[in-house]
């Protein structure tokens, strides 16, 4: 059950939004611009002059639309606040990202329960105009669809440190390409410049077994070598390597346990 309640869109895809949550973009945005400088990866921020997204007032799906077709051929879709992985699994499956119409309030700037607009728009967006990351997601809504619950479980993980938390090599230095961390002014200071966090090279089976809290700060990240790299993840048996995973189960946690956690 959510709290969180999208608001409705015209058949045109224009959302009605108020001055206060124009405000409140503006105010999103300019934090998180003064953050991300020089922490975030060059597709990303590549990405983000494309949509050059406004400052003064919440973006329209049609703006954003427009410029990742005709980048990679995705779509955001507007969705309510929650969906069900059936849904969200075709929804990827077809080269569309789901984005909830909501925007957080005031009270909840620093930290929300579900993913807001400015989570999705300002953290995803951008990378989706980048080939490999586009690839990587639409093959893992496909992935997706053919999975059982048990392996859904699993793979949750691969999206959860890649397309939301994931960290790259640019040059000797790591970069930011997740949204969960590009949209969170804390999540990105303790990714990259954090002591107490763990900062792993990316590997399939670990990052598989690996549980997470969505509620907390991540104590570990994992690092790719390089964007390409997501595209040669992609074409692995996925569906095989989630069944080796749960042979071997996961690894335990870095967290205390509290609910609602990612361990099944």
Same mark, same amino acid.
């Given at each position: 059950?959510?709290?969180?309640?999208?608001?409705?869109?015209?058949?045109?895809?224009?959302?009605?939004?108020?001055?206060?949550?124009?405000?409140?973009?503006?105010?999103?945005?300019?934090?998180?611009?003064?953050?991300?400088?020089?922490?975030?990866?060059?597709?990303?921020?590549?990405?983000?002059?494309?949509?050059?997204?406004?400052?003064?007032?919440?973006?329209?799906?049609?703006?954003?639309?427009?410029?990742?077709?005709?980048?990679?051929?995705?779509?955001?879709?507007?969705?309510?606040?929650?969906?069900?992985?059936?849904?969200?699994?075709?929804?990827?499956?077809?080269?569309?990202?789901?984005?909830?119409?909501?925007?957080?309030?005031?009270?909840?700037?620093?930290?929300?329960?579900?993913?807001?607009?400015?989570?999705?728009?300002?953290?995803?967006?951008?990378? %989706?105009?980048? #080939? @490999?990351? =586009?690839?990587?997601?639409?093959?893992?809504?496909? +992935?997706?669809?053919?999975?059982? $619950?048990?392996?859904?479980?699993?793979?949750?993980?691969?999206?959860?440190?890649?397309?939301?938390?994931?960290?790259?090599?640019?040059?000797?230095?790591?970069?930011?390409?997740?949204?969960?961390?590009?949209?969170?002014?804390?999540?990105?200071?303790?990714?990259?410049?954090?002591?107490?966090?763990?900062?792993?090279?990316?590997?399939?089976?670990?990052?598989?077994?690996?549980?997470?809290?969505?509620?907390?700060?991540?104590?570990?990240?994992?690092?790719?070598?390089?964007?390409?790299?997501?595209?040669?993840?992609?074409?692995?048996?996925? %569906?095989?390597? #989630? @069944?080796? =995973?749960?042979?071997?189960?996961?690894?335990?946690? +870095?967290?205390?346990?509290?609910? $609602?956690?990612?361990?099944?």
């Amino acid at each position: 059950m959510t709290q969180y309640h999208s608001k409705p869109v015209s058949q045109e895809g224009w959302v009605e939004w108020s001055l206060e949550e124009d405000a409140i973009w503006h105010d999103l945005v300019r934090r998180q611009l003064d953050v991300i400088n020089d922490r975030a990866c060059d597709a990303y921020l590549h990405g983000l002059t494309l949509l050059d997204l406004p400052l003064d007032r919440v973006p329209q799906l049609p703006e954003i639309n427009k410029v990742l077709m005709e980048t990679t051929g995705w779509q955001v879709q507007p969705v309510p606040a929650l969906i069900d992985f059936d849904r969200f699994f075709d929804l990827l499956a077809n080269k569309k990202f789901p984005v909830a119409t909501f925007l957080r309030t005031r009270d909840e700037f620093d930290y929300l329960q579900e993913p807001d607009f400015f989570h999705e728009i300002f953290g995803h967006c951008a990378m %989706l105009t980048n #080939a @490999d990351f =586009a690839t990587f997601t639409e093959h893992y809504g496909k +992935l997706g669809q053919a999975a059982t $619950p048990k392996q859904r479980a699993y793979l949750a993980r691969l999206y959860w440190f890649t397309v939301e938390f994931g960290l790259v090599k640019e040059g000797h230095r790591l970069k930011i390409y997740g949204g969960g961390i590009l949209s969170s002014p804390a999540e990105t200071m303790y990714a990259l410049g954090g002591d107490l966090a763990v900062r792993e090279r990316f590997d399939l089976q670990t990052v598989l077994r690996t549980p997470y809290r969505i509620d907390i700060i991540q104590p570990k990240y994992y690092v790719i070598d390089e964007l390409s790299e997501l595209f040669k993840i992609s074409q692995e048996n996925l %569906l095989q390597q #989630a @069944d080796l =995973a749960i042979d071997e189960g996961l690894l335990p946690p +870095l967290f205390e346990p509290k609910e $609602p956690t990612h361990v099944e």
